[in-house]
């Protein structure tokens, strides 16, 4: 399948090289590439790195390590934290890489495997766009190679007529790859991973050729829990990787951080105004959400029922977001109860049947009782009734 190297026309403000090179700085894009969002932190930790780094690699797996969780360098840099959760995954996660086995991702939706696994690699390579997007339909093309078929047609097979794979580059160039939502991918072209990371090779027999990995190639791939099942991994293949599981956040308030960190983050690349008084929103949401999921009231008295939806930390970001759009463009700017209870209703409610019984429920026993939760009990009532 041809693949250019360029999406956007050149002049159109949005020049970005998808193709083998490193990605070139943009100035304006909706979402900015993890190395380039956080280029200055990478760049001081690169500064302050004097421990020895893998082969190809950009920082030592300390470096990594401390991109990911965070800290202060000694020239007084503050690197941000990326992932807030044990820094034994972390840790784990990054030796992996420095191995000879690959790293797989596991867990529930919205635990950041994604996130994880972008700024891993942007830390590790300075590049983390070498990524195939799994889907019952990823062919083999895009995990091997592919053909440009006018070359293929006039030339025959030649390696200019070769589309490497991400897969396919990484090994070439030392660099490391992605793979997300592995078990979506039919298990006949996920086990065409298993000569890449057993042999650290791709033959090309049209040309009589192969691709060799070079030091520095390593790959990680991504897989939901949940999905488990739709395309379970062969034992085979399994064996290739490392699995590190990332929980869902062990706290609330370790929750509330991480959602109020990213809804900053998002707001500020929506110009949306920042909103420090809605923490308690941000709270509320979260205790919900962690209520919902655990079956059961924070204080461990009443039961609740859980409904079908995930509620996953990355749903309450988008809720605690969507709000604050609404407070931004329909309110006072100030992010209210009113502002966030449709979205909760939108991630709760998934099977209108169903969860709306669990949902009014939990309403009636556990919102509406509780002290200082009157206006938003009133909030979710009046969008509930709405929606009916
Ligand atoms: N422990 C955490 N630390 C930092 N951010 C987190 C954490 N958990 C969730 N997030 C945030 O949640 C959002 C969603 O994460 P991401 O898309 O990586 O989830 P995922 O595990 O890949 O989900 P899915 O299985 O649906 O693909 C990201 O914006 C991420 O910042
Ligand atoms: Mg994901």
Redesign the pocket.
Known sequence: MPVPETIAQPGSGVETDTGPGRPQPVTEVLRPHAEHAFADELAALAAADDRPRPTRWRLSPWAVATYLLGGTLPDGTVVTPKYVGPRRIVEVAVTTLATDRALLLLGV?GTA???VSEHLAAAVSGDSTLLVQGTAGTPEEAVRYGWNYARLLAEGPSRDALVPSPVMRAMAQGMTARV??LTRIPADVQDTLITILSEKTLPVPELGQEVQAVPGFNLIA?A?DRDRGVNELSSALRRRFNTVVLPLPATAEAEVDIVARRVEQLGRSLELPALPEGVDEIRRVVTVFRELRDGVTTDGRTKVKSPSGTLSTAEAISVVTGGLALAAHFGDGVLRPADVAAGILGAVVRDPAADRLVWQEYLETVVRERDGWKDFYRACREVSHDAR
């Open positions: 939706p495997k994604t996130w997300e939502e991504t939901n």
